[in-house]
C-alpha cells in the first residue's frame, strides 16, 4: 500500500489529475450499472412472477389431482410422472404437486421435475393462510428456474365452490434460461460501456489537466529562467478578467518579479550613490594624508596653523565617513531584524533623549519643548536615531540665535525651525537617498538622515511630512500610532 502510494505521489500532476478523474468515474459509472442491472432483474424477475401467479389462479380438477396423487408411490424418492392435463400452462413450463413429506408428483406434461425445498413444505403446514412462496431452484437437470409454490385448491367442476386439498402443495416453475441470458448481456454491455466511459474519462481529464494547467508550466518555465538567468523581467501574461486561484498565482508572481526587480534596482542605485558618497570624504582624506605624509618624507615640516588644519580635516571626514557608514547599515538592515527588537516606547522619552543631543550640537540656539506623554510601538534605537535627524536638520539650518519649537501631542510630533525653509520644487525630493538640497551640499551630512526618518516612521506605521511653515522656516510633522501603556516595572527587593 505505502508503495503504491509513493508511487502516485511520484507522478507529475496532471497524470494524477487524469487518474482521479478516471477514478471518480470508474466508481459514478459502476455505482450506477451496478443498480442499474439490479433494477432490470428486478422487473424481469417480476414479470416471471407475474406469470407464475396468473397460471396459479386457476383451481385444479379434483379428479385430476387425485388421479395424479393415486399414482405416485409411497416411497418413491424420485417424482413420479402422471398425466396433469391443463395444469402445464405453455411449454417448457414445470407443473407438480408436493406431499407434507416432500415427495413430488409430476404431470408428463411438465418440462421436467423440479427439486423440492423446505420452503415448499412450510406452504403446506401454512395452508390456511391461502399465501405461496417465490424462490429460485434447479429442475433435475440443474436448469434455473423460477419457482412459485402454493397451497392445492381444487374443485369438483364448473360452479361447484374451491376447497384446499390437504397436505398438498402446487408447484409450478417456469425457466430463467431467457432471464439469465438478458441480465448476462446486461451485464456484459453495462461492463463495455463502463469500460469506454473510464477510459475516456482518464483521457479527458488528461487532457482538462494539461489544459488547466498550461498556465502553471509557464510558470514554472518562468521561475526556472529566473533562477537560471537572475532575469528579473519576465512577466507571465493573465487575463485581467481571471480570477482563479492559477491567474492569482501568476499575478502574484509577477508582483514579486516586480518587487524583486525594484529592489535590485533600488540596491545598484544605493551601492552606486554609496560610493559616489564615499569617494569625496575618501578623496579628501587621501590629500590629506598624503600631504602629511610628504612632509614627513620630505623633511618638509608643515606651518603648525596649516597641520592642525589637516588633522582637524582628516577628524572630520572620519567622522562623516563613519556618520554615513552608520547610516547605510541603518537602510540595510531587514524588517526580521528589526521585528525582533519593536517594543512599546515613551515617545516623550525618546524626544528627550534627542533634544539633549541637539542642545549640546546647537548651544547657541534656543529649543522651546512642550512634551505630552505618549506610547508607540517602534524599535527605540531607530526611533530615537529618527528624531535625532529631524532635530539635527533644524540645528544645522537654523541661524545663530535663533528658536526651535518642538511640540509632542496626541501622538503628533513637530518640530519647526526659523532657517531659510526648502524650495516648494525641492520638497518631493527630501525624503530620497542621498537627495541633498543643492544649497546644502556644502554642509556636513550623507543625505540619509530623512530617508532614515521616513522609512522609521513607515515601519512603525506612521507617516512624516516635511513643509513650509508660516513665518519662514519649515516645520516637520511626524503622526505615530499610540500602544498601551506598559505597566510599571515592579521595584527590586
Not at 474519462?201 to 529562467?225: F, I, M, N, S, Y
Not at 537560471?228 to 492569482?248: F, H, M, N, Q, Y
Not at 547610516?327 to 528627550?352: A, F, K, N, Y
Request: charge should be negative; glycine fraction near 8%; proline fraction near 6%.
Amino acid at each position: 500500500m505505502n508503495r503504491v502510494v509513493r508511487r502516485y505521489r511520484s507522478l507529475p500532476i496532471r497524470s494524477r489529475l487524469a487518474l482521479l478523474v478516471a477514478a471518480a468515474v470508474a466508481f459514478a459509472v459502476a455505482a450506477v450499472s451496478v443498480t442499474c442491472w439490479f433494477i432490470v432483474q428486478g422487473k424481469l424477475y417480476d414479470q416471471v412472477d407475474s406469470e407464475l401467479q396468473k397460471g396459479a389462479q386457476r383451481p385444479v380438477n379434483t379428479a385430476q389431482a387425485e388421479a395424479l396423487l393415486r399414482v405416485c408411490p409411497q416411497e418413491a424418492t424420485e417424482p413420479t410422472e402422471s398425466n396433469f392435463g391443463d395444469l402445464r400452462g405453455r411449454d417448457n413450463n414445470y407443473t407438480q404437486l408436493v406431499k407434507a413429506n416432500g415427495k413430488a408428483c409430476v404431470s408428463s406434461d411438465s418440462a421436467g421435475a423440479v427439486k423440492t425445498t423446505s420452503s415448499d413444505k412450510d406452504v403446506i403446514k401454512r395452508a390456511a393462510t391461502g399465501k405461496g412462496v417465490f424462490r429460485n431452484g434447479t429442475d433435475s437437470d440443474g436448469n434455473d428456474v423460477r419457482v412459485l409454490t402454493i397451497p392445492l385448491v381444487v374443485s369438483q367442476g364448473l360452479g361447484s365452490t374451491p376447497q384446499l386439498y390437504p397436505d398438498t402443495a402446487l408447484l409450478m416453475a417456469v425457466p430463467l434460461k431467457n432471464t439469465e441470458k438478458t441480465l448476462n448481456d446486461l451485464a456484459l454491455i453495462l461492463l463495455l460501456v463502463s469500460g469506454v466511459g473510464v477510459f475516456g474519462a482518464g483521457a479527458a481529464g488528461l487532457a482538462v489537466a494539461r489544459a488547466g494547467l498550461r498556465p502553471v508550466d509557464k510558470l514554472t518555465e518562468a521561475v526556472e529562467h529566473v533562477a537560471r538567468t537572475e532575469d528579473l523581467s519576465i512577466r507571465i501574461p493573465v487575463e485581467e478578467a481571471a480570477e482563479d486561484e492559477v491567474a492569482r498565482l501568476s499575478r502574484s508572481f509577477n508582483s514579486m518579479t516586480t518587487s524583486l526587480a525594484n529592489s535590485r534596482e533600488l540596491q545598484q542605485q544605493l551601492i552606486a550613490d554609496a560610493g559616489h558618497e564615499l569617494r569625496t570624504p575618501l578623496t579628501s582624506l587621501r590629500t590629506n594624508i598624503e600631504l602629511l605624509t610628504r612632509s614627513e618624507e620630505t623633511g618638509r615640516p608643515i606651518p603648525e596653523a596649516d597641520r592642525k588644519a589637516l588633522l582637524a580635516s582628516v577628524k572630520a571626514q572620519m567622522t562623516e565617513l563613519a556618520a554615513l557608514i552608520g547610516d547605510l547599515q541603518e537602510l540595510s538592515r531587514s524588517e526580521g531584524q528589526r521585528g525582533e527588537r519593536v517594543q512599546v516606547v515613551s515617545l516623550e522619552d525618546t524626544v528627550e533623549a534627542a533634544l539633549h543631543r541637539a542642545r549640546l550640537r546647537g548651544p547657541e540656539l534656543t529649543i522651546n519643548a512642550s512634551l505630552e506623554p505618549w506610547y508607540t510601538r517602534a524599535e527605540p534605537a531607530a526611533l530615537e536615531r529618527a528624531v535625532v535627524n529631524i532635530l539635527d536638520n533644524a540645528v544645522k539650518f537654523s541661524p545663530e540665535g535663533s528658536t526651535i519649537d518642538v511640540q509632542l501631542s496626541d501622538g503628533v510630533l513637530t518640530v519647526r525651525d526659523h532657517g531659510p525653509g526648502i524650495p516648494a520644487e525641492e520638497l518631493p525630493h527630501v525624503f530620497d537617498r542621498f537627495w541633498r538640497s543643492p544649497s546644502a551640499r556644502a554642509l556636513p551630512g550623507s543625505g540619509l538622515g530623512l530617508s532614515i526618518v521616513a522609512r522609521t516612521v513607515q515601519q512603525s506605521g506612521g507617516e512624516v511630512n516635511l513643509g513650509h511653515a508660516e513665518g519662514g522656516g519649515t516645520i516637520v510633522t511626524v503622526r505615530l500610532p499610540g500602544a498601551p501603556t506598559p505597566p510599571p516595572e515592579s521595584p527590586a527587593p
